[in-house]
């Protein structure tokens, strides 16, 4: 590996959105997407992976219940009108799910379901909860998002837009409260997070917050730095996590097992410590994939002293979440988008 001026702007994600605006023919609209990905090559439709009923666990969480296994963590509660749902799993799944949901609610229909962001692992359900007549509640960049074909590096294939009766149909841009069978339900915008439509769910009452997509407990949460998450709005979302939380507090995760609001200051902590990293290495000419190897305790000896901390070795979050490559190099490549000046 050489460190350079010019192999960092190879490596980086700006070099193919940077080349054509050098071009002084080249219109600004002409560029192509900012990220190494050829998406032409890209063709297949995302279809999420298929499970079986025993694979649909179910949780109590304080009279919420939480629905594992269809593609994302679901939290549900149940009204006179039909059940409130928080996000869906996969498309694939929808009708295993809806089974599951219904028998131990004893519901017979979706009467709100709320979008924590638009992929598709969490939108999986919007067509059904749209047959149902569904009050659908998401940001409204979520809104705007399944209404087209997408891609992102973190599904394969393209993502179609969703039919129009499974739209959002109500949304938000900013924060405020649902009230669902007499109960107060708190929404908020965790700004650029894990995408740039992500919302989280709080139940006061009964101190539960489904905290969507910027939070796992079982992978790393890795940013969609190609629709709008960036790292700098992921730490401040942390912030936002760790004002709302009290330590007890039940932290639903987009994915894994529950956490609690003492572990989301924990990760806060961590990530507000890799992001003050990220500049350091920023300013050595490192790339997303050098960092990666930085924090796995690769030396670029003969290159560049660098001297910040790593605070991933020996964390014991790795056991907990698994390697930490991707979601090291998509917050570094987002910190780049973020950052660099073309
Ligand atoms: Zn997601």
């Known amino acids: ?34 990220a190494g990905i050829d998406y032409s090559l890209i063709t297949k439709p995302f279809v999420g992976r298929k499970v079986s009923a ?3 666990t179910q949780q109590d969480i304080g009279g919420l219940t939480l629905f594992a296994g269809s593609g994302c963590n679901v939290v549900a509660l149940p009204g006179p009108d039909g059940a409130l749902l ?3 799993g996969n498309a694939v799944n929808a009708a295993l799910l809806l089974k599951a949901v ?24 919007n067509e059904a909860a749209g047959k149902d007549g569904a009050m659908i509640f998401a940001h409204e ?42 109960e107060s339900v708190q929404y908020r915008h965790l700004p650029g997070a894990h995408t740039d439509g992500d919302l989280y769910v709080y139940f006061p009452k009964r101190n539960v917050l489904v905290a969507g997509g910027p939070v796992a407990s079982d992978r790393w949460p890795v940013i969609d730095y190609l629709n709008g998450g960036f790292m700098h709005g992921f730490v401040r979302s942390y912030d936002i996590l760790a004002e709302l939380v009290k330590p007890d507090t039940i932290v639903v995760p987009a994915n894994g097992p529950l956490m609690t609001g003492a572990d989301v ?14 500049f350091v290495l920023f300013n050595k000419g490192l790339g997303p994939r050098d960092v990666a190897e930085f924090n796995a305790g690769k030396e670029f000896k003969g290159v560049v002293p660098i001297v910040a901390d790593r605070p991933l070795i020996g964390h014991p979050v790795l056991k907990q979440l698994g390697d930490p490559s991707q979601f090291l190099e998509f917050a570094y490549r987002s910190t780049q988008l973020a950052t660099l000046p073309f």
């Open 1 to 34: 590996m050489t460190v350079s001026r010019r192999s960092f702007l190879r490596d980086s994600a700006q070099f193919t959105l940077a080349a054509p605006l050098l071009g002084a023919a080249a219109p600004l609209l002409a560029a192509p997407p900012p």
């Open 141 to 182: 960049v979520t809104r705007l998002t399944v209404g087209r074909k997408m891609r992102s590096p973190l599904f394969d294939g393209t993502i179609a837009p969703l039919p129009e009766n499974a739209r959002p149909t109500k949304t938000t841009y900013d924060q405020g409260t649902l009230e669902f069978n007499g």
């Open 265 to 278: 200051v924990k990760m806060k902590d961590l990530y507000w410590q890799l992001f003050r990293q990220f």
């Open 54 to 56: 025993k694979d649909i």
């Open 102 to 125: 219904h028998g131990k609610l004893g519901t017979r229909r979706i009467h709100t379901l709320v979008n924590t962001h638009w992929h598709p692992d969490q939108t999986g359900l």
């Open 86 to 88: 928080v996000d869906g």
